[in-house]
């Protein structure tokens, strides 16, 4: 799910990426039910709701066993995808790289040794590991909360306890057992791997904490000031706060400010007595500077000695062209894609998706991230055998304004993986319905489909300043129901063009879309239906 801040929306609206969907070309397949399908009453009502004046839905529920078409409006007109772009992304991903890819970053000495001392640089071959250990349990998997850190604008977001510097400092102690105590040069980030491409967010090489510095504030006593945590703790970044506890039912609003450069960073405003800690973030600016000091820094813990300043500029020019017969004396080995791919998928992790591409871009050679486009559109025409005609693309999250997807282009990813060894281990990296990832907050209590909907949301929301309220472009659902008897259905729920007087509002949008999915798998698993 995404949802942006105020400032955000303003700017989205400003600049006129808040669309309406747009009718498409009908692609091949069983013909689509009238729009009038009779979904039932209960879907009905939800779907004439204040607020879906001018809306349109579209519906997709299919049985891939004989491909028995249950419900079927619109699906063979373009809609405005949002995260459900990620299908098509991290399928194409899975097959490119292969689910047991690992990404391994290797630190390579130059110059010469003599004995414990480095005469020479320090050079981390930056790979487009997207958590570099920062979320690595200690089993091997890669830890994630319902709502991500990197979607602090929302209540309720979280921190892992993995440290994010888990791989930095991991890389340290290797390059300590190595031999080297003492590094006569410098140390260095190369980025070289590919073009940091014009996407936002924007995917780089080099990737700590997402990029991002953690700020979580916790009350204290009224009239006090609260509690500041913050990570990573990285020179020359520097927090300060001035946030205040007021008595509990007060107001809780903080707001961040930064320098130019990002690396002073303040708090200030007011958190309610008894609230639940709130977390906010601030981007890094310069991810190579910051992971070079990162590094040498880990490299002091570790009782290696770096005569480089600590802080300052990612010298990369003093990177060789080739690194020949330089030693690798150090590296550090993710886990598998198969994780990174359940850690995208399961919080919407928008610059995962967005590196996805970057990723099958190095894989098949290039250092532009757009060259994965030629390789999702093989995936879906020779590998899963979908019509790409069904997509218009520009990046792997679903962000841009140009983005369309019929509903049966998503529905045949899902029935494409049913016909795969892994058709399982897809559908669990998928949200669950009221049990994990983006969709964990909504059919919680009193609902039969908990744990039965297997499912990618996608969301687009801006400001209709004309109004004063939300438009809603898109509010989506694509995935799996699990009927009562252990059949598996493949569906696509979703609506563009509703309007909302607010952004707390909007939840209601996100529940009712939930909520037909819940009716939908309710429906498929009574009796009369089996």
Partial sequence: MRLMTRARLCAWAAAGTTLLALAGTAAAGPPAAAHDDDLGPAIEAIMHKPGYEHAQWGVLESDPVGGRVIH?????????????????????????????HRFTTPVRATGHRTGPTLHGDLALVAQ?????????????TVDYTDIDHTEAALPGATLTPENPLAGINRIAAQIRASGIRRVDGNVIIDPRLFTPPALSPQPVPMILNDNLIDLLSTPTTPGRPAKLFWRPQ?????????????ASGG?????????????????????????QPLLKVSPIQDPNAFARTALIEALARAGVTVTAPPTGPNPQNRLPASYGGDPRVAAYVSPPYSQYAKLILKVSHNLGANLALCNMAVEIGSRNCFDAFPVERDFLARVA?????????????????????????LV??????????????FRLLLPILGVNGSNAISCTTDCPAKGKVFAKPG???????????LEVAAQNEAGYLKTDDGRLLTFFVGVNGASSPSLDAFLSIFNDVNQITALLQEQASAPWRR
């Avoid at 990285?234 to 007021?246: K, L």
């Avoid at 107001?251 to 008894?274: C, E, F, R, Y």
């Avoid at 045949?412 to 281990?425: C, F, G, K, Q, S």
């Fill in 412 to 425: 045949e990813i899902l029935d494409y993986w049913l016909r795969t060894p892994r058709a399982t281990d």
């Fill in 251 to 275: 107001t809780t609003a903080i707001t961040v400010t930064t320098s130019p450069d990002g690396t002073k960073i303040h708090l200030s405003g007011t958190i309610a007595a008894g609230a």
């Fill in 128 to 140: 487009g590991d997207l958590t570099m250990g920062g979320r690595t349990r200690p089993d091997g």
């Fill in 385 to 409: 055998d979908i019509d790409p005609g069904q997509f218009q693309l520009s990046d792997g999250r679903g962000g841009t304004a140009a983005d369309r997807i019929t509903p049966r282009a």
């Fill in 459 to 469: 969301t687009i929301i801006g400001d209709d300043l004309l109004n004063q309220q």
């Fill in 234 to 246: 990285v020179a020359p970044y520097q927090v300060t706060s001035g946030v205040r506890t007021v």
């Fill in 72 to 100: 079927s409006q619109f699906a063979d007109q373009y809609f405005i995808p949002g995260s459900t772009t990620k299908l098509a992304t991290i399928s194409t991903a899975l097959t490119t790289l292969g689910w047991n």
